[in-house]
C-alpha cells in the first residue's frame, strides 16, 4: 500500500502561482508512476500531468502546457506541481495518484493508478 497526502492547495488571483506537495508513504518503491488530476464541479477528473519516478520523465495535458511543471524529490518521496499563470478555469479539486504498475507510456487514465490522495482544492478567481 502507498498512502498520499496533498498540500499547497488555496485560493489565487488569475495569474498567480501555487505549488501542490505529493507526499508518498508505504511501500514507495513499488511505485512506478506519479500523477496529478484534476476534478471541477459537476465534471469528471481529467489527467493533468505525471512524472515517471526512475527517469523523471515527463508528460502534460495541453492545456497545462508551459504553466505547469511537475517534479520529484526521491529523497523525500514527494511530487509536486508548480502551477504558474493560473486561469479560473484551473479552479478544481487537485488528488495526487500513484501507479504500482509499469507502463509502456506514461498513463494518463485514472484507472491506471492504484492509490489515491485525499485531493487539495485550488480555487482561481478571475
Known amino acids: 500500500q502507498v498512502q498520499l497526502a496533498e498540500s499547497g492547495g488555496g485560493l489565487v488571483q488569475a495569474g498567480g502561482s501555487l505549488r501542490l506537495s505529493c507526499a508518498a508513504s508505504?511501500?514507495?518503491?513499488?511505485?512506478?508512476?506519479m500523477g496529478w488530476f484534476r476534478q471541477a464541479p459537476k465534471r469528471e477528473r481529467e489527467f493533468v500531468a505525471a512524472?515517471?519516478?526512475?527517469?523523471?520523465?515527463?508528460y502534460y495535458t495541453d492545456s497545462v502546457k508551459g504553466r505547469f511543471t511537475i517534479a520529484r524529490d526521491n529523497a523525500k518521496n514527494t511530487v509536486y506541481l508548480q502551477m504558474n499563470s493560473l486561469k479560473f478555469e484551473d479552479t478544481a479539486a487537485y488528488y495526487c495518484?500513484?501507479?504500482?504498475?509499469?507502463?509502456?507510456?506514461?498513463?494518463?487514465?485514472?484507472?491506471?493508478?492504484?492509490?489515491w490522495g485525499q485531493g487539495t482544492q485550488v480555487t482561481v478567481s478571475s
Open positions: 495518484a500513484a501507479a504500482g504498475r509499469d507502463y509502456f507510456r506514461i498513463p494518463i487514465i485514472a484507472g491506471s493508478y492504484d492509490f
Open positions: 508505504g511501500r514507495t518503491s513499488s511505485t512506478y508512476f
Open positions: 512524472i515517471k519516478w526512475g527517469s523523471a520523465s515527463t
